[in-house]
């Protein structure tokens, strides 16, 4: 039985219970994975700690009346550090706000929990960017795991494409649309909306901040770049690293213009090597029609693996989303599972 505490309880940690809750007979009967929930830590909205096991269904009822769970049963005073020490559970899903700028408060998270020999699982692009390379070796010298397979296309399975279906493999590249606020921007343009115009009917959909500045000047993408520089091309880099341009610069008239030229602008994020140099760039880029990527509208994610026995594969899947993400979750919470083993 596995005990599992879900640090962040925002639209991710509540998309993963969701699945959880909903899910429990077949987990145990497909793949064998049973488990509770012992704690929940989220400074905003409350946290909770029961190690017998927290009800979720009573968890997600009443997030879903009152937005928070300060009243719950389980209600703890103790904040996120000290249940993650504490040894509550022997699995921690990471799901707090990212920080690309220092990691935190995720870092410390993970770093706590791998240091107390707890297995990490999370979709926080923060602590990959900032200290993969630590992580990973205190994940090691610990015997535990840390997955973060949400990192870069939600739940749709690139790091996991990479790593086991593709087993085998020499991946010598990769690029692809994985930003959803910056692809849905040119969507609109490219139907004669400006850019922005595009980018406030964005911002009513919930695809992009208040602050865009982290989707439309390439930061995000550039992050998800260098986890793949580090994770499909074995290259740790920094994120200062990868030459960045934004789609800010780009006008109607762009868009106008690589139609005729048979080709759509896309923001596309790519990583390579260049006679033995690794490549890493973010930018706008005409993709030809008859690309995979170039049919890839909205706020839809693709992305398209340079191989040396299968030539290029190209996986498309959704980018965001509060199920889809805590899916991501699920996938590596199951990785643990089949690794350590529990019963």
């Known amino acids: 039985m596995w005990k599992i505490g879900l640090t962040g309880f925002g639209n991710v940690g509540q ?49 879903d009346r009152k937005g928070d769970l300060k009243g719950h049963p389980d209600a703890t005073t103790l904040d996120t550090l000290q249940l993650i020490s504490g040894k509550y559970a022997d699995v921690i899903t990471e799901a707090t706000y990212t920080d690309l700028k220092t990691g935190e408060p995720g870092v410390s998270h993970i770093r706590t929990a791998l240091k107390n020999g707890i297995n990490v699982v999370s979709t926080n692009k923060g602590p990959v960017s900032i200290a993969l390379p630590e992580l990973m070796e205190v994940a090691g010298r610990n015997g535990v795991s840390y ?33 959803g606020t910056t692809n849905y921007i040119l969507t609109r343009m490219e139907e004669g909306m400006g850019y922005d115009e595009a980018l406030k009917k ?3 959909l919930g695809y992009a901040e208040a602050d865009p500045t982290g989707d439309v000047e ?7 770049v260098q986890v793949l520089a580090k994770v499909l091309m074995g290259e740790p880099i920094r994120v200062d690293d990868v030459d960045r341009t934004g789609i800010t610069g780009i006008t109607p008239e762009d868009i106008s213009a690589a139609s005729g030229r048979g080709a759509r602008i896309k923001l596309i994020a790519e990583v390579g090597r260049d006679n033995g140099k690794l490549v890493a760039k973010v930018a706008p880029k005409e993709v030809p029609l008859t690309h995979p ?30 199920v889809e993400t805590g899916q991501a979750l699920l996938t590596d919470l199951l990785a643990v599972h089949r690794i350590h083993g529990r019963s």
């Open 15 to 63: 998309g993963l219970a969701r699945i959880l809750e909903k899910k429990r007979g077949s987990l145990k009967e497909r793949y064998g994975f049973e488990y509770s929930v012992t704690f929940i830590a989220d400074p905003v909205k409350g946290s909770l700690l029961n190690t017998g096991g927290i009800d979720l269904r009573s968890v997600l009822e009443e997030i």
């Open 147 to 179: 997955f973060f397979e949400g990192v870069v296309m939600s739940g749709t399975p690139s790091i996991n494409l990479a790593r086991e279906a593709l087993a085998g493999c020499d991946i010598t590249g990769a690029m692809g649309i994985v930003n």
């Open 202 to 204: 964005a911002q009513e």
């Open 218 to 224: 390439g930061w995000d993408a550039a992050v998800k």
């Open 293 to 322: 990527l170039a049919g890839i509208m909205d706020a839809t994610n693709a992305i398209t693996l340079v191989t040396d026995h299968l030539g290029e594969i190209t996986i498309v899947g959704p980018g965001a989303g509060r």
